[in-house]
């Protein structure tokens, strides 16, 4: 039997990442505040309540096509067509066409009544204002009719979805100048440390720059969220307590560094205990076992570990998530792609591991991927050339190069 110790790689006492996931993912609600905003301001918000059509898109018939509008049955050979006037985008040919009769007609321009066939340009021949079709084309060719991307009633957009540039414009399509949103959450985030100094700060001895801070900076605005930087907290109970009462009592959610595990300076995981509920503090995974998730009051807390990459890991894997769904957003499981190890990938079973890698697409579309190299947890170096992680499996011992793994691009969880 495994006793559960920070020393051992099984420990029966830590929650799988399955497990962790679904746990975190239960406790965070989607925000019940919402804002009506403009669309220039919508960019990556969620909808809070589905978008329906108040009109057909597009409103009326329009050519897809340079050309010439017409009566498809007019389309005889040798027979030419009289040329009465032009249609432009914004600008359309007002009359009813008559038999014979044709207009020279741009793309996206309304198509007169009477006609019901568009002809493009290189398929005639004009004569001055008389035009032969030296290609007839079937009816109703290259004309764009209302309602055909969307009908008026059409569910446009659903709630939960977090909007892209291209759903702006479908908005906007459908005239809708505002979209109603969920609020971003707030997220007060600190790291602590004895040996953290400010970026352009002397450095003593036994000092690091606090790399953490920056690190959680960029991953709050990729996910979409209102940040708090309450800056760095010294390993002093008082002081540690302190800022995790002011942080919960100005966000939704406390995030912070260092401090996870049961050291006699971790103060973070004590003082959850004593004056907050823990949900859970250790995960079978490496690198980021030590993470503390629980709440102050109302606010949720995420204790990180201290180690940038095991930071950056339980963010992806585990607050990125809570977060979204906070946001709005309906929660997904991200992607895994197999891939052939080009590496030999060393391993101890007992955690899943997620080590940095390189994805390939090579010649004959399979996926491989490579390590970065030394897998420390405190080496920033490796998720920096990474794009991937390598998920080896919890049971499993190390894969020997051209073996198969599981590979999830930094895009589905960061």
């Not at 995974?285 to 629980?294: E, S, T």
Request: with cysteine; proline share 6%; hydrophobic share 40%.
């Amino acid at each position: 039997m495994h006793t559960a110790t920070c020393d051992t790689e099984f420990d029966a006492l830590a929650l799988t990442e399955k497990q962790a996931r679904e746990r975190v993912l239960a406790a965070c609600k989607p925000s019940p505040e919402n804002e009506l905003i403009g669309l220039t301001k919508a960019l990556g918000r969620v909808l809070a309540k589905d978008v329906k059509a108040v009109a057909d898109v597009p409103p009326h018939r329009n050519s897809a096509m340079d050309g010439y509008a017409l009566r498809a049955e007019d389309q005889q050979p040798g027979h030419p067509l009289e040329i009465v006037g032009r249609s432009f985008a914004g600008h359309p040919f007002t009359r009813e066409l008559g038999p014979g009769q044709c207009v020279q007609i741009m793309t996206g321009a309304g198509v007169p009544k009477g006609a019901d066939t568009v002809v493009q340009q290189e398929l005639t021949r004009r004569e001055g204002n008389l035009l032969f079709v030296e290609q007839a084309l079937k009816l109703g060719a290259n004309i764009r009719f209302p309602g055909e991307d969307i009908r008026r009633g059409d569910f446009v957009l659903r709630a939960g979805r977090a909007l892209s540039a291209a759903d702006l414009g479908l908005l906007a399509s459908v005239g809708l100048p505002k979209v109603l949103v969920h609020r971003l959450p707030r997220v007060a985030f600190f790291s602590t440390g004895d040996e953290l100094r400010g970026v352009g700060e002397p450095l003593g001895e036994g000092e690091i720059y606090d790399s953490n801070r920056y690190v959680l900076h960029g991953l709050l605005q990729s996910v979409g969220v209102e940040s708090i930087d309450m800056g760095r907290i010294p390993d002093q109970r008082e002081a540690v307590e302190e800022a995790m009462h002011t942080a919960a009592e100005q966000a939704d959610v406390v995030l912070t560094t260092g401090g996870a595990s049961v050291g006699e300076a971790d103060y973070v995981t004590r003082i959850l205990r004593e004056l907050g509920q823990a949900e859970f503090w250790k995960i079978a995974i490496k690198p980021g076992k030590p993470l503390n998730f629980g709440r102050i009051g109302k606010t949720l807390f995420f204790g990180l570990p201290g180690n940038p990459v095991s930071a950056m890991a339980t963010f992806g894997l585990f607050v990125a998530p809570g977060l979204r769904k906070i946001r709005g957003e309906n929660p997904r499981p991200y992607r895994v792609f197999r891939a052939i190890t080009r590496d030999e990938l060393k391993k101890r079973p007992g955690r899943t591991d997620f080590q940095r890698g390189i994805l390939h697409v090579e010649a004959d579309g399979t996926l491989s991927v490579t390590t970065t190299g030394m897998q420390g947890s405190h080496m920033l170096t490796s998720m920096s050339r990474a794009d991937c992680f390598i998920r080896l499996p919890r049971e499993s011992g190390s894969v020997p190069a051209g073996g198969q793994v599981d590979v999830i691009p930094f895009s589905e969880i960061f």
